[in-house]
């Protein structure tokens, strides 16, 4: 006979193994986003040269405040209100959101068309081509979030498989060409196939039409986040842009180069939210009082992670680099510190802003992100006025750091807040 002790072990222990299921699949699915964009950065370092490398830099920088711009309005919303729904409300949803993407990449990516043309030069082509594929590129991402909002991860690691089978002929005809606009197309062309598949997926077509009807009903998240997104990514675009302008373009391409040593860990950090804030947000309806130390395991535990990555890197021969990375690595290689250090402390106030996301907490995640913001604005490019692109990379380790600080206290405050005013279970029938 079963006992009542054994009867509720029994949910619990079938809830864990689903979050260690779900995470699972969203560590394979972050495995297969960083291999893809790790090998794109390796493939263009060392077919173009540091120079061409960062003018590539610079249109992916802009791809990320893209990205971020739709993530805001479409795909954070459905991460915190359509987690864990019913398939009905999240098919709904999904039609919706995907197409609000889908028409963000539009808007989007015909202003970088116009912006490329009139540019010209060496970074108008880049911008124009980037432009063109920005939609299958949001759309692609959209699906993702989808995924993970119905607990289906393995559905979302198979996209982003698609996405970097298709990339390998794609960046081999872009190395025949040998221009940075060609490797964009490729990029970004072997996205939008992966987009197309995932509406064979998920068996959803986006909807244009439904895109004022999702940013009306989710205006009271949806701006906040697209200002907090855009904050983050911005911030990081007028740090590139500005080091280009005080130290020139081949400083940028030092820094990515810097970074694709990190890149697994960028790649988690940059898309931690497609697991973790489902997660969060599962956390906080079933065990409201552990969603302070989940969030706590999981910043800690990136965090612990990006610095033994760093650590190991530091014992990589100069041969074994520039295997890697090219004439970009002797460079590069001098970063690896405070750009490990500034990763760190970037994955530790993940754990936080996914719980602050779980929450519903806009406005203290606003806050965080916009104080987060102006320091690595300010550090980065005070640092790159001092000391140069070594000075800028110790002035955005520390102010991620600090970043991270501030991040840990607004969670904190908000759980304080949740426990004192607490809100009221909705029992069903």
């Known amino acids: 006979m079963t006992t009542e002790k054994e009867k509720t072990r029994a949910p619990a222990g079938s809830a864990r193994r689903g979050i260690v299921g779900r995470l699972s699949w969203g560590l394979a699915d972050q495995a297969a986003s960083s291999i893809t964009n790790f090998a794109v950065g390796i493939y263009v370092a060392r077919s173009l040269g540091l120079t061409a490398f960062g003018v590539f830099s610079l249109a992916w920088v802009t791809y990320g405040v893209a990205l971020n711009v739709s993530r805001g309005l479409a795909t954070d919303p459905l991460m915190v209100r359509f987690s864990g729904v019913s398939d009905a409300a999240w098919r709904g949803a999904v039609v919706r959101s995907s197409g609000t993407a889908l028409g963000v990449g539009a808007a989007l990516g015909a202003a970088s068309v116009v912006a490329g043309l009139a540019l010209g030069g060496r970074v108008g082509p880049a911008f124009a081509c980037l432009g063109a594929v920005l939609p299958g590129l949001l759309l692609q991402d959209a699906w993702r979030f989808a995924?993970?909002?119905?607990?289906?991860?393995?559905?979302?690691?198979?996209?982003?498989?698609?996405?970097?089978?298709?990339?390998?002929p794609a960046m081999v005809v872009a190395a025949r060409v040998?221009?940075?606009?060609?490797?964009?197309?490729?990029?970004?062309?072997?996205?939008?196939?992966?987009?197309?598949?995932?509406?064979?997926?998920?068996?959803?077509?986006?909807?244009?039409?439904?895109?004022?009807?999702?940013?009306?009903e989710h205006r009271d998240l949806g701006y906040r986040y697209l200002a907090e997104n855009v904050s983050n990514s911005g911030a990081s675009q007028l740090r590139a842009y500005g080091l280009g302008a005080i130290v020139g373009v081949g400083a940028v391409g030092v820094v990515r180069g810097a970074e694709l040593l990190l890149g697994p860990f960028l790649a988690v950090l940059m898309g931690l939210s497609l697991v973790t804030v489902a997660e969060a947000a599962r956390v906080l309806r079933r065990?409201?009082?552990?969603?302070?130390?989940?969030?706590?395991?999981?910043?800690g535990g990136q965090a612990v992670a990006a610095l033994l990555w760093g650590g190991a890197l530091l014992l990589v021969p100069d041969r074994g680099g520039e295997l890697v990375l090219g004439g970009v690595w002797s460079s590069a290689s001098q970063l690896i510190v405070p750009v490990t250090l500034g990763v760190a402390g970037a994955g530790l106030g993940t754990g936080a802003a996914a719980g602050l996301r779980a929450l519903g907490a806009a406005r203290r995640s606003l806050r965080s992100q916009l104080i987060g913001s102006a320091c690595y604005v300010a550090g980065g490019l005070g640092g790159a006025a001092l000391g140069g692109t070594a000075g800028s990379a110790w002035g955005v380790?520390?102010?991620?750091?600090?970043?991270?600080?501030?991040?840990?206290?607004?969670?904190?405050s908000a759980l304080c807040e949740r426990h004192q005013n607490p809100i009221p279970e909705v029992r069903t029938p």
């Open 287 to 299: 065990a409201p009082h552990r969603l302070g130390a989940f969030c706590l395991l999981l910043g």
């Open 397 to 412: 380790a520390a102010a991620t750091v600090c970043g991270s600080a501030v991040w840990w206290l607004q969670l904190r």
């Open 178 to 216: 040998g221009s940075v606009a060609a490797f964009v197309l490729a990029w970004g062309g072997a996205a939008a196939v992966a987009a197309v598949y995932g509406c064979f997926q998920s068996g959803i077509r986006p909807r244009l039409t439904g895109a004022r009807e999702w940013l009306r």
């Open 147 to 168: 995924f993970f909002a119905a607990g289906a991860g393995r559905k979302a690691f198979v996209n982003d498989l698609v996405w970097g089978v298709v990339l390998v």
